[in-house]
């Protein structure tokens, strides 16, 4: 499987996580299957999904299932249609902290495509956990947790566009 993930350390509050993997299947199926919200959460067990609207400058909440804890975070989502859909703002569970994340479709050749996921962590805060704990975070502490969620989201993604597109 071709795939890379790593951590790139900025400064001391900013950290980056990329993630990329090649699919078997043609960008624009990447994609279909990347903003199919709705099937999400049958083949992913990380990112569940978007709810609202993925139009560039919408609002919608991102849906994340991480451990016991499910995730809805608030965003203003931007979209590059058919290629990419990101968001860049505060944490609501971690006030003091931001998030960029993108999810990029780049067409690989061959019929192949080179799925991105990267994100980059800013600041520290306290994360505020389901039952009222709150828990010391940083931008070091937060990349470190979500690297191998990305690679997971990643390789299920390959699986399920490779499942829906076998050409291959």
Not at 122 to 149: F, H, Y
Request: hydrophobic letters at 35%; charged letters at 20%; glycine letters at 8%.
């Amino acid at each position: 499987m071709q795939e890379t993930g790593y951590i790139i350390k900025h400064d001391e509050q900013t950290y980056e996580i990329h993630t990329d993997i090649i699919i078997n299947a043609a960008p624009e199926q990447v994609w279909a299957v990347l903003t199919d919200f709705a099937a999400m959460p049958n083949w992913s067990s990380t990112f569940k999904g978007i709810e609202g609207r993925l139009k560039h400058g919408g609002q919608v909440y991102s849906l994340y299932q991480n451990g016991d804890e499910y995730v809805k975070a608030p965003h203003t989502v931007y979209v590059v249609d058919g290629v990419k859909f990101w968001w860049s703002d505060e944490f609501n569970v971690i006030a003091g902290m931001r998030d960029n994340h993108h999810y990029i479709v780049n067409d690989a050749g061959n019929g192949q495509t080179r799925f991105i996921q990267k994100d980059t962590h800013t600041g520290r805060g306290q994360l505020q956990l389901s039952d009222g704990t709150q828990i010391p975070m940083n931008a070091q502490i937060l990349t470190a947790s979500q690297l191998e969620p990305f690679m997971q989201f990643n390789r299920e993604l390959k699986a399920e566009c490779e499942r829906r597109f076998a050409d291959f």
